[in-house]
């Protein structure tokens, strides 16, 4: 079939390299004399018609600019649905009534679950493309958006360690991650955190946190910066055993999104650690008898972690990822994903692209995180 206009959409939360990736699709279709259609509000625009023209002339250099034209939401289509089937369909309706040919969606594993039962069931001329700030889709190394964030991140815990060490202050720094701990371990390695927390590896209590405050302030150390994921969570054991401000009915009873995923922020994790924290009179009376005053506070970096212009990787990142997603567009290879695998664009099915991914027990991010924890108040021992 030939292509006379193509749709975008993204979807999900907003992350440096969103318009970046709008501007390599732009270009290319440019190019190739193909209209582009702007969907506003992820899947919300397409529901209800929400689009805005793309006119390349005004948009120069728009891989250099943060978040996202078109706007973003969460919106599932097929939430309270009976059939999958028939919701996908619709979609594809919708896409014929805009008069839309092909559409590239950009997003995360809910955004391109939706792209992928549309192909699924009906045959939609849909190309999808990585993004998750978190960098847990399994069909790609990196996002873009993930770079930009590890170093926001990164630069914030630097910044605390300023402060932490005029106080002798503990830090407790709560950081983005549901289910995967990429942006915790990759920012905490980077600005030498001293306690790293991640979804991949449960954690306790009484191990993880409290015995190595305790060692690190006989060491002789004066301030401590905890990074926790926003999803790191204790395990069973110690949660009945540690904690007394939540319980496992806490974890049970949270608010899940409009995907069925449990909203783990708002658990809080970072200011449950520092009320767990403060509790502990063996660790305040450990900490005076080394000359220091037990203070706690917790940090969440929150939305700050998506915000500003993508830093030089996601700005190529996103124009490559584009590109390469409006190449297969041209070439008809829909139900697809764009892909990096080591330096090259890659193309993969979507039903691949969409799985999740963590942290692997085995992976040399791990080895490190436990060195730095441990090497550290060793090798200033006595």
């Given at each position: ?10 979807g ?19 190019d190739?004399?193909?209209e ?35 706007y973003?939401s ?54 999808g ?42 830090f ?13 371990m ?197």
């Amino acid at each position: 079939m030939t292509i006379k206009k193509i749709g975008i959409l993204t979807g999900g939360g907003d992350c440096p390299g969103l318009n970046s990736v709008i501007y390599g699709i732009m270009l290319k279709a440019y190019d190739a004399g193909i209209e582009c259609v702007g969907i506003l509000k992820g899947w919300k625009g397409l529901i209800e018609n929400l689009t805005i023209p793309l006119n390349i002339a005004e948009h120069d250099d728009l891989h250099t600019i943060g978040g996202t034209i078109l706007y973003t939401s969460r919106t599932n289509p097929f939430k309270g649905a009976e059939s999958k089937e028939e919701v996908a369909k619709d979609l594809v309706n919708k896409l014929d009534e805009l008069e839309i040919d092909a559409l590239i969606a950009i997003g995360g594993d809910d955004t391109l679950s939706v792209a992928e039962a549309m192909c699924k069931y009906a045959k939609a001329n849909v190309i999808g493309c990585p993004k998750t700030i978190d960098n847990d889709l399994a069909g790609t190394h990196y996002t873009f958006g993930f770079w930009s964030a590890v170093q926001l991140a990164s630069n914030a815990m630097d910044n605390l360690t300023t402060t932490a060490k005029s106080h002798q202050r503990v830090f407790v720094v709560e950081i983005m991650g549901r289910d995967a701990g990429f942006l915790t371990m990759y920012s905490g390695i980077s600005a030498g955190a001293d306690i790293i927390l991640v979804p991949e590896t449960p954690f306790s209590l009484e191990k993880d946190v409290i015995d190595v405050l305790k060692k690190r302030v006989n060491a002789g150390y004066k301030y401590h910066i905890i990074a926790t994921s926003e999803g790191a969570y204790p395990n069973s054991e110690s949660l009945k055993k540690d904690f007394k401000t939540i319980s496992k009915e806490t974890i049970d009873k949270l608010p899940k999104d409009t995907y069925g995923n449990p909203l783990l922020a708002k658990l809080n994790i970072s200011k449950i650690l520092v009320d767990e924290l403060n509790l502990r009179e063996d660790l305040k009376k450990e900490f005076q008898n080394n000359g220091v005053d037990f203070e706690c506070r917790s940090v969440v970096l929150g939305h700050t972690m998506r915000a500003g212009t993508p830093n030089s990787f996601d700005r190529i990142l996103g124009l490559r990822f584009g590109l390469a997603a409006m190449n297969l567009v041209l070439e008809g290879k829909f139900g697809n994903m764009v892909s990096l695998l080591g330096n090259k664009i890659e193309t993969i099915p979507l039903s691949e692209g969409v799985k999740k991914k963590y942290i692997t027990s085995d992976s040399d991010k791990m080895e490190l995180r436990d060195l730095l924890v441990k090497i550290r108040y060793l090798s200033k021992q006595k």
